[in-house]
């Protein structure tokens, strides 16, 4: 049976409490919300993968979070996207920074052959919905500016669970770093 993998950098607690501080006050949008435990970061986007590959992928990761930094991610705004004129998610934009530039490039370098050929733009998706519904929605241009910051001391494999629009995730396995 095949898997749907991907690699992640899991929200902390604090930004999972900040989080549902946010979909508490944006209750009035007909959107689907993640739960807090399934935000996430994704480094390598996610491919199918025979269960039994899945123990290799688990071994190349622990070996490369042997070699990774530890760094810090941030997040300053919440907006629709994946685009202002096609909106079918809220998500939290994320800062791009060195540290986390080189932890990304790193992890492209060992799943090259999984490689996003899209910038990458960390952010953290939060509700999804259809662009149909957008235009019921009393809040149009939304930008809410936020200051979440967490430390990067760990990557995921993760199993992408669900439909398109109600997706749930597993952790299949955690790699903390060792620097």
């Known amino acids: 049976m095949k898997k749907r993998l991907f690699i992640a950098i899991n929200c902390s607690e604090e930004i999972q409490l900040k989080y549902l501080k946010i979909k508490s006050k944006l209750s009035n949008l007909n959107v689907?919300?993640?739960?807090?435990?399934?935000?996430?970061t994704t480094l390598v986007p996610p491919w199918w993968e025979n269960e039994e590959s899945v123990y290799m992928v688990q071994k190349k990761l622990e070996?490369?979070?042997?070699?990774?930094?530890?760094c810090q991610i941030g997040f300053g705004s919440i907006r629709y996207g994946t685009t202002p004129n096609n909106p079918r998610l809220i998500w939290a934009g994320g800062e791009s920074n060195t540290d986390l530039s080189l932890l990304k490039n790193q992890v492209d370098r060992e799943f090259n052959d999984k490689k996003d050929s899209r910038p990458f733009f960390p952010h953290v998706t939060l509700a999804r919905f259809k662009n149909k519904e957008f235009v019921n929605f009393p809040i149009k241009d939304l930008d809410l500016r936020i200051k979440w910051k967490q430390n990067v001391d760990a990557i995921s494999l993760m199993e992408s669970l669900?439909?398109?629009?109600?997706?749930?995730?597993?952790?299949?396995s955690n790699h903390p770093f060792s620097n």
């Open 63 to 70: 070996s490369l979070s042997k070699l990774l930094k530890k």
């Open 32 to 40: 689907v919300w993640l739960q807090p435990s399934d935000i996430h």
């Open 162 to 172: 669900g439909s398109r629009r109600e997706k749930r995730y597993r952790i299949i």
